[in-house]
């Protein structure tokens, strides 16, 4: 059965400190991957997707970036944090299939400081 | 990209029948509809997905009309562990690989 892992659960950053996110995927081969953020009481907004190994699709301007080193392998960066990077980060794979069902993992809380 | 619009908020007591209708005007003709359950802390959960029709299974049922401009959700006597989020999102028919999620609707389940 496939697993899809995030690290870390929690974190606490000062603002202006980089950042770093990953996510694994087990159990699957050439997964389309996802980095969603959610502020507080809000939904789900798509900051990046991937269909394979450094193709990384932006889908909003901002001060974060990803990238897809191996085929199972996704990672949020930011080279500075701003207080609005604040938020909840989901990490999701989907089968390249049409159209196949996202599989969420089990976040990231991020508070910047 | 069609967009979709949910209301934000719903009420409602244990053992009665939710429906949650969305709004898709510009549903593209290759969209699908897929329907997320999330907890507090947690990500999204796959509840169901339809493109047409009616779709049911052990824990939904998805209503979508001729058009396809709107579906419902419906969760039959519900609980208060169904109390969650609900999103209703629209496949892109262009790219499937991209997915993008509604405002989402609030269930609160009363005892």
């Known amino acids: 059965s496939q697993t899809i892992h995030q690290w870390p659960a929690t974190l606490v950053q000062p603002v202006g400190s980089p950042l770093s996110l990953e996510c694994t995927v087990e159990?699957?081969?050439?997964?389309?991957l996802y980095w969603y953020r959610q502020a507080a009481g809000r939904g789900l907004q798509l900051l990046f997707y991937?269909?394979?190994?450094?193709?990384i699709s932006s889908e909003v301007p901002q001060n974060l970036s990803a990238s897809r080193p191996q085929d199972r392998q996704f990672i949020l960066s930011s080279k500075k944090l701003l207080l609005s990077d604040s938020g909840f980060y989901l990490c999701?794979?989907?089968?390249?299939?049409?159209?196949?069902?996202?599989?969420f993992g089990p976040g990231t809380r991020l508070t910047v400081l | 990209l069609a967009k979709t619009t949910q209301p934000i908020s719903m009420d409602s007591y244990e053992g009665q029948e939710v429906n949650i209708t969305c709004s898709h005007n510009n549903i593209a003709t290759n969209d699908y509809i897929t329907w997320y359950q999330q907890f507090p802390s947690q990500g999204p959960r796959f509840i169901i997905q339809?493109?047409?029709t009616k779709v049911t299974n052990e824990v939904a049922s998805l209503f979508i009309p001729a058009d396809r401009k709107s579906s419902t959700l419906s969760l039959p006597r519900v609980s208060l562990s169904d109390t969650a989020v609900y999103y209703c999102l629209v496949g892109d028919g262009d790219n499937f690989n991209k997915f993008y999620f509604g405002s989402g609707t609030k269930l609160n389940v009363k005892p």
């Open positions: 999701a794979w989907s089968g390249a299939g049409v159209p196949d069902t996202q599989y």
């Open positions: 159990g699957t081969s050439n997964p389309n």
């Open positions: 991937s269909v394979g190994i450094g193709q």
């Open positions: 339809g493109y047409k």
